[in-house]
């Protein structure tokens, strides 16, 4: 959760600025866009906002507040260790993490007022914790309709309910939402989402008849809120797209209204000339055809660019380049054909691997491409190695809470 932030003028092109040498840029107002721009889709529901795994790589305590200021209601993660660190950080608005072990401090959560996700085993554990801590527990109750993960199966559903509504009774707990996760959302030509739904729909009519008002029920996540309005019900998790990302193939984020958050960018570290069939890299994989220009970027795999994605775009001075030869732990090549190092003059210049595609650039989905995976993994496993630069960090006059802003383009102020 912490990264290495320098303090200061970090706009600096040139100098001895940690962040501009190497750094992904995290720019908080394409997360509260995105945000608005779900939050529309979603209307009447809510949003819950999903900053698991460290905001997915942006950085959960900036993004989780810059969610909250553009209308989120909720904040989801995974894991109750990740909800303390933003109730640490300060932040009280309504948090469900749910996904736990038998190792999970359950104890912590109620302390914390932290909701739990529920899928069965847990229930007597959260029980214990609400009495030791004195006070009631806050629970989800998870089903499975057919994802196969967590949650409680159909066949154990009434007898949940059951003890849940027992509990809720005694005044240990009080079940808070009911929700569900969708397998294939993403595909909607697909026919499962209609058939998780109708399982949904069955689980709420049996909670109803046991009595069960929960304030949320909750199955949605990013591509089901963008195409399927009929699986909103109180509230949507949405993770991907508040990042600006499309979780659909085959249409961009642009398509969407949505607006990439994360710029990875560095600089040309080497830039020199070589011979033809100079080797390039461990394993000598690729070769030069003819007399070459290389330069040098400072990233690699131990920053979460993946091993396996020669290929993947480099942005340099307005184009893009693939990387050639093997990506090593912490660099890679690209060939700027046959130019001459001087000629380049290309040292110290930006060198952009993702960002906005605004301006043409590469974006995480040609990585995803040149990696075999999805964006999700792309923006999520860049390592902390590489430090977060946070830009418009106060939201803009008018749109949400009225600080004024510095607005202007190398806006670049840090949030620790
Ligand atoms: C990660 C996650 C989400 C968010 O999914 P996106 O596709 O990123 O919107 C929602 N719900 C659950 C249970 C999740 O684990």
């Avoid at 069965?120 to 004195?134: K, N, P, T």
């Avoid at 154990?156 to 809720?168: N, P, S, V």
């Avoid at 046991?210 to 949507?236: K, M, Q």
């Amino acid at each position: 959760m912490t990264y290495p932030v320098a303090t200061g003028d970090c706009s600096a092109a040139a100098g001895t600025d940690p962040l501009y040498e190497r750094s992904a840029v995290i720019d908080l107002d394409a997360i509260r866009h995105n945000v608005r721009r779900l939050a529309d889709a979603a209307s009447p529901a809510k949003v819950m906002a999903v900053v698991k795994a460290d905001a997915y790589g942006h950085g959960a305590v900036p993004v989780a507040r810059a969610a909250l200021e553009a209308g989120a209601a909720w904040l989801g993660v995974a894991h109750i260790s990740e909800a303390l660190q933003l109730r640490a950080a300060g932040i009280e608005a309504p948090l469900l993490a749910w996904l736990h072990t038998t190792e999970s401090n359950f104890a912590a959560a109620v302390a914390a007022g932290v909701d739990i996700g529920c899928s069965g085993w847990e229930l007597d554990r959260i029980v214990a914790a609400a009495r030791d801590q004195e006070r009631p527990a806050r629970i989800h109750l998870k089903v499975d309709t057919g994802l196969g993960r967590n949650g409680v199966t159909l066949e154990h559903w009434d007898q949940l309910l059951g003890e849940a509504m027992e509990y809720q009774d005694e005044g240990l707990l009080r079940v808070v939402g009911i929700f569900s996760h969708l397998s294939v959302a993403d595909e909607p030509e697909r026919p499962e989402t209609d058939e998780q739904l109708a399982v949904f729909r069955e689980v709420l009519a049996a909670a109803e008849d046991a009595g069960v008002d929960p304030e949320v029920r909750h199955l949605a996540n990013t591509p089901a809120t963008l195409s399927r309005p009929d699986t909103h019900f109180d509230l949507v998790r949405v993770g991907l797209g508040i990042y600006g990302l499309s979780p659909f193939e085959g249409q961009t984020s642009a398509e969407l209204g949505l607006r990439p958050a994360m710029t990875l960018r560095t600089v040309v570290s080497q830039c020199k000339d070589v011979p033809d069939r100079q080797g390039v890299s461990y394993g000598l994989r690729y070769r030069t055809q003819g007399p070459s220009t290389l330069a040098l970027i400072p990233m690699g795999y131990a920053d979460g660019v993946p091993r396996v994605a020669t290929g993947g775009p480099v942005r340099i001075a307005g184009r893009t380049y693939p990387v050639v030869g093997r990506i090593a732990m912490d660099q890679m090549v690209i060939d700027l054909g046959n130019v001459g190092a001087a000629s380049a003059g290309l040292l110290g210049a930006e060198a952009v691997l993702f960002g906005s595609g605004d301006d043409g650039g590469p974006t995480a989905d040609d990585w995803a491409v040149a990696a075999g995976t999805n964006n999700y993994e792309i923006v999520t496993r860049i390592s902390p190695r590489v430090p977060r630069r946070f830009i418009n960090d106060h939201p803009a006059v008018g749109l949400s809470s009225g600080t004024p802003s510095d607005r202007s383009p190398a806006n670049g102020q840090e949030t620790p």
